[in-house]
DNA sequence: ATCTATTGTGTCATATTTATACAATAAACT
DNA sequence: AGTTTATTGTATAAATATGACACAATAGAT
């Protein structure tokens, strides 16, 4: 059978790994005004967490992240950064309800051995990274011990894993934080966008309105915007100019900072 | 011997604790006009390293962290955030000269049992926290493999161990950024202080020259200093006021933040 | 009494930010 | 075809912040 194959090929790969270490990777992605985080669910029991995994022996901590970003949404070289590493000794039992859920589970079904079993549930520090993605260009893809892999919006997130939870809240932080002086808004936008839906994803984020015009001046103050043709919406109004940024200038914005804030 | 004694004890110690991960401490403290760093001796052979040390086994990081601070200085309870995770894989040989040069001390000498030197010498991800402290309040203490324990000025900093010197840069930019949206500067300094020894921390801090006048302006407009008797430095010239900072008002402006620049 | 270096404060010219106004316009409605 | 509607691009006045500099006050040296 190839899962149970897979399955033993999986645990045996283990051992090529560090064994006190993990990454956790919060993917954020922007659909429908809303921000959202490509998520995984668990197979054999209901419990989603972050795209996660561990860090191979002859392995950077960067590539691993790397590594498991691509392996999720099977994008490469886009925006992920470390933020965070988190060593308290609960992590694994902060949220309780889904931790013995969990536990009760898998020790029952004997999915995995015992040795395996160890080597899972020991103490674990997990780094943080956090990637901004365009969600068009992923396609979302469940690791081994997940049957799902999907985005979901922020302002719904279902019951998570360990402290998952925590680490979400804190990428949450540093991308508000870093969003005053890095110009990092625009990976998250399809090429072309109104500056309509830059607005909208920068309220998502900052989580308050924006004065209209006044975003509009700042932006364009950043000389990183390329104005491109109109875009006919449809609707019964002025139609908007899109707009795509300037890589160049970005990259020269992301090593120097804006030095703005809202 | 006592040497020998508590090297077998520290020896056995090391169990207690996580295998794979370090903590290391970038301890900024301010003297002479200088940002200082306080950085330990080895025993044996002449290089420098931050103070580090090991994670217990049912030890918080953060605890660990704080831990080292309080076993190298005397101080509990001052300003100290974790800051980066240090993971590569070369990160052990990245100071070629300095780690040959320890390997074949080591080696050659037969301090530590063979164990201990695998244990020691193994892949290591380390995690950064930096501590802002008053440095005439600390009291250096070197641990067990150093003999030296001393505060060593930015500009005149040795061969450092490993990636110590990227872990330091590091540090600095964490510092940089931080100062301009946290108060944290107040933390380097005795709790009187004139405004000019406030603006000379700073010039330190960003290593560039700030107006007079303006800096005053700007210091004063936080709303965060309290105004006590003059100085009379002795000088000719007209005497300073002294200041010290306001406790709740610097609290409330660490959690949200004051936003301004230079 | 005069001089010197530094301090506290003020001011002026420039940016930047905030709040608001308004004409332009794509499409719906009459 | 003319009118209406919602949204867009741009302008502007007032409030606020910043950078450069001026100047009187003053502790101690001369």
């Excluded at 984020?205 to 043709?229: A, C």
């Excluded at 875009?231 to 914005?253: C, D, H, I, V, W």
Aim: net charge positive.
């Amino acid at each position: 059978m190839t899962e149970k194959k897979s399955l033993l090929q999986w645990e045996l790969s283990i051992a090529d790994h560090l064994p006190g270490n993990s990454i956790d990777c919060v993917i954020f992605g922007y659909k429908n005004q809303e921000l959202q985080l490509l998520l995984l669910h668990w197979k054999h029991h209901d419990t989603w967490s972050l795209p996660g995994g561990f860090i191979g022996i002859n392995e950077d901590m960067d590539e691993a992240a790397n590594r498991i970003l691509l392996e999720r949404t099977g994008l490469d070289s886009v925006f992920l950064n470390q933020f965070y590493t988190f060593g308290g000794t609960k992590r694994s039992k902060m949220n309780e309800a889904a931790y013995t859920k969990r536990m009760e589970f898998l020790t029952k079904s004997k999915i995995y051995s015992s040795k395996t079993m160890e080597w899972l549930t020991k103490r674990f520090i997990t780094t943080g990274y956090f990637a901004l993605v365009d969600h068009e260009k992923t396609t979302p893809k469940p690791d081994f011990l997940s049957d799902k892999c999907d985005w979901i919006a922020l302002h719904s997130l279902p019951e998570l894993l360990m402290d998952h939870g925590e680490i979400i809240q804190k990428a949450l932080e540093h991308l508000r934080v870093r969003l005053n002086y890095l110009p990092i808004g625009f990976s998250l936008l399809p090429k072309k966008f109104t500056m309509q839906d830059l607005q909208k994803l920068y309220e998502a984020i900052l989580q308050r309105p924006l004065e209209r015009s006044n975003f509009q001046r700042k932006m364009l103050k950043l000389d990183i915007l390329t104005r491109h043709e109109k875009q006919m919406t449809g609707a019964a109004n002025k139609a908007p100019f899109l707009y795509s940024f300037n890589k160049e200038r970005y990259e020269l914005l992301l090593r120097k900072g804006i030095g703005f804030s809202f």
